[in-house]
């Protein structure tokens, strides 16, 4: 490995044009120095998805969040306004709470301080001797928190730009799959043996899906598509959902009434840089969600959305299993490619490979990444 890894010489074959580009080298998949500066430089100062606003209805309703060695407690107050605090107790610092559920007051575990849903600081025992001790002083501490059609995103960068800013043109270009009528009726985990950019890499593009894919879902054939924000996309083209195998294609649900343009044609593929993917398609959509923990570790969060409408019907729960169905057999396919990509990447004998025409994605998710981590300003040539 080089003295430097983040001398911007060593990735000049990186910048190329895709067709003539190399791959990232395998540090920036192994390595704890990479990692580190991904988490310093990229993920604690851009907009990072955190789930849905719908899983927590009701007031104080919460769930909480480790992102990036932190832990986070994301909670709707008695006004129904969503929240984001550093899941703390402002006396000593003992964690409040975990996992998710309900609670109107938050009574620290170690020596009952308590705290409103709105994170401020409503019980104090113990306290009344303290001198110049205003509760006001204390309240939960706050990390941003700003949302898009009830996905909820946050922030560690009190001085980095809105969402809406970061996003650009992608609300306009989904707008009419209606996003704010969806309800996310299942989340699910995985905890993989590889880094972040394997996966969120493999999710956008198409070259391995007769392969990986062939028990399932098989060959697609998407285009790409650019617009202003931090995101990339791809378009496939296909007048039926894609959230079913094909043999369950006659028990779909109904297509989402409002869709106009390609989204009434087809499923596209997002990655809202820098680890979120969305993929949406004519009657549901579903995202899977990148949390690093580890050069070579990261759990992956798949939630699962249907219009509202769709959820009250009276065969819901019965022809939902069939999009349950396609997910718990694709997406263990992706899992078990990327972990094997990790295992041979971590070889000493690795070395960069090269690019497919079906891979222009990948190219750009590399090329976003060493935008911001690298230590000096280094324009690529357009792709």
């Keep these: 490995m080089h003295a430097n890894m983040f001398d911007p010489a060593l990735y000049a074959k990186v910048r190329q044009p895709v067709l003539a580009a190399e791959t990232l080298p395998a540090w920036c998949y192994t390595s704890r120095e990479f990692y580190e500066r991904e988490v310093e430089r990229v993920f604690r100062r851009v907009w990072n998805f955190v789930g849905r606003a719908d899983e927590i209805p009701q007031p104080g309703d919460f769930m909480t969040i480790d992102l990036f060695g932190e832990s986070l407690l994301i909670q709707r107050d008695d006004d129904g306004v969503v929240h984001a605090f550093v899941n703390i107790c402002r006396h000593r610092g003992t964690r409040l709470l975990d996992g998710c559920g309900n609670s109107r007051l938050t009574r620290c575990p170690y020596h009952g301080w308590t705290y409103a849903a709105d994170g401020s600081l409503i019980g104090t025992p113990g306290m009344e001797q303290t001198v110049g001790f205003n509760r006001k002083d204390y309240n939960l501490l706050s990390v941003r928190l700003e949302t898009w059609a009830g996905y909820m995103f946050v922030n ?90 094909p043999e369950d294609i006659g028990d779909a649900f109904p297509q989402i009434p409002t869709l106009a343009g390609n989204p009434a044609h087809g499923t596209h593929f997002i990655v809202i840089y820098p680890g979120t993917f969305f993929a949406l398609t004519q ?101």
């Excluded at 799959?177 to 590889?194: I, T």
């Excluded at 493999?202 to 202003?228: C, D, F, L, W």
């Excluded at 070395?351 to 025409?357: C, E, L, Y």
Aim: charged share 30%.
């Design 156 to 245: 560690f960068d009190t001085n980095a730009g809105s969402l809406a800013t970061y996003l650009g043109e992608l609300p306009d270009k989904l707008a009419s799959y209606n996003l704010d009528d969806m309800v996310c009726v299942r989340r699910k985990e995985y905890d993989l043996s590889c880094n972040w950019k394997i996966y969120i890499e493999n999710a956008m593009e198409e070259y391995h899906t007769p392969v990986v894919h062939k028990k399932s879902i098989g060959k697609q054939t998407t285009v790409r598509e650019v617009g202003r924000g931090e995101w990339a996309a791809l378009f496939m083209k296909a007048e039926r959902t894609i959230a079913v195998l």
């Design 283 to 383: 009657d549901c959509m579903w995202w899977l969600e990148q949390r690093p923990t580890a050069p070579d570790r990261t759990k992956i969060v798949i939630g699962s959305c249907f219009p509202r409408s769709t959820v009250a019907r009276p065969d819901f729960e019965q022809k939902v299993m069939k999009y349950y169905r396609r997910w718990d057999k694709a997406l263990p396919e992706d899992n078990y490619i990327s972990e094997r990509q990790q295992l041979g990447i971590s070889s000493s004998f690795s070395r960069p490979g090269r690019f497919s025409f079906q891979e222009p994605a990948v190219h750009d998710i590399a090329n976003w990444v060493l935008d911001r981590v690298l230590d000096l300003p280094t324009g690529r040539s357009a792709t």
